[in-house]
């Protein structure tokens, strides 16, 4: 791997290097939907685990 790393010129790895910057931001704005809807969902499982606070009085006709 290291012969083939010297054998590079500096302006194609300078290329290289920007095809990989550029590949690796490509890639993390084609996954960003999948990394909002994740979160999104994590966010609804921690907010379901409280009481809604609107719903609370519904109870308490019950009770009666």
Do not use: H, Q
Request: charged share 15%; net charge positive.
């Amino acid at each position: 791997m290291n012969r083939v790393a010297y054998a590079v010129s500096p302006r194609c790895g300078k290329i290289l290097r920007v095809a990989a910057w550029a590949a690796l931001i490509v890639l993390l704005l084609a996954s960003l939907p999948f990394l909002f809807g994740a979160l999104n969902r994590g966010i609804d499982w921690i907010t379901g685990l409280f009481p809604n606070p609107t719903k609370s009085w519904e109870a308490l006709l019950w009770l009666r």
